[in-house]
T-cell receptor
Framework: GESVGLHLPTLSVQEGDNSIINCAYS??????FIWYKQESGKGPQFIID?????DKRQGQRVTVLLNKTVKHLSLQIAATQPGDSAVYFC??????????FGQGTRLTINP | NAGVTQTPKFRVLKTGQSMTLLCAQD?????MYWYRQDPGMGLRLIHY???????AKGEVPDGYNVSRLKKQNFLLGLESAAPSQTSVYFC????????????FGEGSRLTVL
């Protein structure tokens, strides 16, 4: 079945450094992957997505990398800021319109 | 725009009581979803709807019912609440199949005693 997991449940980085959040997925048929950010007390917010025919996609300060060979997804945040503190979820779409979410990684920014 | 609005935001129930969570979206989205979020378990899909008058089961549908009588509203019902249903519930909507960008509400925290 589908499952999405994260390598690390927590990540602490210095302000200004780059952050890399990793995600493993198990369904090789998944064709679409998304990263969400959830701030405390709020609902998840879409950050960036990538389709399975791509290896890399860039947004504003964020880059998503997809390695289909090892079924691995990563989110890179450049020049991390205090406002980046949140829980980050990866999600995959393997069928219909149902997304399967990972457990989340909490990113903490140290001043 | 209000986006996705959930009511109530907090509720405490006793075991066996019933209640309904209301989700309303003003973006004219076809798809709507109900998720629950438990510590360390991410978001799990309860039920979803691909259009007015349609509903379908997600990963964890047992103990819940839903209705989508109007396109803008998606109701989640608990007929006989159990402590295992203590969770934070999130409603989301999306315009359709070509995007995984879901627009989430701010959540409804439910405690069942």
């Amino acid at each position: 079945g589908e499952s999405v997991g994260l390598h690390l449940p927590t990540l602490s980085v210095q302000e200004g450094d780059n952050s890399i959040i990793n995600c493993a997925y198990s369904n090789s048929a998944s064709d679409y992957f998304i990263w969400y950010k959830q701030e405390s007390g709020k609902g998840p917010q879409f950050i960036i997505d990538i389709r399975s025919n791509m290896d890399k996609r860039q947004g504003q300060r964020v880059t998503v990398l997809l390695n289909k060979t090892v079924k691995h997804l990563s989110l890179q945040i450049a020049a991390t800021q205090p406002g980046d503190s949140a829980v980050y979820f990866c999600a995959e779409r393997g069928g219909a319109q149902k997304l399967v979410f990972g457990q989340g990684t909490r990113l903490t920014i140290n001043p | 725009n209000a986006g996705v609005t959930q009511t109530p935001k907090f509720r405490v129930l006793k075991t066996g009581q019933s209640m309904t969570l209301l989700c309303a979206q003003d973006m004219n989205h076809e798809y709507m979803y109900w998720y629950r979020q438990d510590p360390g378990m991410g978001l799990r899909l309860i039920h979803y709807s691909v259009g007015e008058g349609t509903t379908a089961k997600g990963e964890v549908p047992d103990g819940y019912n839903v209705s989508r009588l109007k396109k803008q509203n998606f109701l989640l019902g608990l007929e006989s609440a159990a402590p295992s249903q203590t969770s934070v519930y999130f409603c989301a909507s999306s315009p359709g199949l070509n995007t995984g960008e879901l627009f989430f509400g701010e959540g409804s925290r439910l405690t069942v005693l």
